[in-house]
């Protein structure tokens, strides 16, 4: 998408905050992540949780609905737990995670940090196919049977989750739905609803699309410990940059990426839970 034809997209409200809390640290490395990480031995990048709370502080008055914590794999944050009850303060949070530290005991605990509060605490897991085979072929050996155990603990302790289906397989949504009900009966996940959004990744052969009606930078903002980004994709891209902090920060975005191509080609968010 060349910047001359690239639509703007102007902030409407901030409903919704972005904290990376690391860009290069993960305990996985999915075949097709965006993430562009080290070969070698992991970043230690996370972000402050002073930083964190100077940006809760800026934004006091935005009506934020929810504050998602990303990466990298943000659970690996040192101080997350901390960083967890500080924005529960402020409104519902959501985890967007590999699912890899989703087990038994963590899930127990963290029904426990909910019930401190009122606000809620949503989870963003994600496959790329209904076929665990397939599936993994994506993300990594072991992510399917990761991902449905721990959508199952999530839902024996009644806590929301968004299922994000990477369509790099290019299946129709009713196939995706269907099955993948199919899968949360034979889990015994019953307990709660679980949203389900499918997303169409880029493709290199697309010709540039019609400016979208709903992308996640209409509505958002992400931290980094670098400074405020249009959203998670462009995070530390310097295409993407805002602003040092909340205080003073563009509101207007000039969607020249590939990434922006993705978003727009989507009907919904591509990181925002509905």
């Known amino acids: 998408m060349s910047i001359c034809t690239a639509p703007t997209y102007k902030l409407d409200k901030l409903n919704n905050l972005f904290i990376e809390l690391t860009a290069k640290n993960c305990n996985q490395r999915c ?59 402020r409104c519902n949070v959501c985890i967007c995670t590999n699912s890899s530290f989703l087990n038994e005991k963590k899930i127990r605990f963290l029904r426990k940090v909910e019930d401190e509060g009122a606000t809620q605490i949503f989870f963003k897991l994600s496959l790329a196919h209904f076929d665990e085979i397939e599936s993994d072929k994506v993300k990594y050996r072991g992510h399917f049977r990761q991902t449905i155990s721990s959508l199952k603990i999530l839902s024996r302790y009644n806590f929301n989750s968004v299922l994000s289906i990477q369509n790099f397989y290019n299946l129709s949504e009713q196939v995706l739905h269907d099955n993948l009900q199919r899968i949360f009966l034979e889990n015994n996940i019953i307990n709660t609803d679980i949203q389900i959004n499918v997303s169409h990744p880029y493709s290199e052969n697309e010709e540039d699309i019609l400016i979208a009606k709903k992308t996640d930078c209409m509505w958002g903002r992400t931290l980094t410990k670098n400074g405020v980004y249009t959203c998670p994709f462009l995070a530390n891209d310097y295409r993407g940059r805002m602003g040092n902090s909340f205080k003073d920060y563009s ?8 990434f922006c191509i993705t978003c727009a080609k989507n009907k919904d968010w591509m990181f925002a839970i509905g």
């Open 251 to 258: 509101k207007t975005v000039t969607a020249e990426t590939d």
């Open 31 to 89: 075949n097709v992540c965006y993430i562009d990480f080290p070969i070698g031995k992991a970043a230690k990048d996370f972000i402050s949780i002073d930083l964190i709370r100077d940006a809760l502080e800026d934004t006091t008055n935005e009506e934020l609905y929810c504050i998602y914590l990303t990466g990298g794999e943000p659970m690996t944050h040192p101080d997350f737990n901390s960083i967890l009850r500080l924005c529960l303060k």
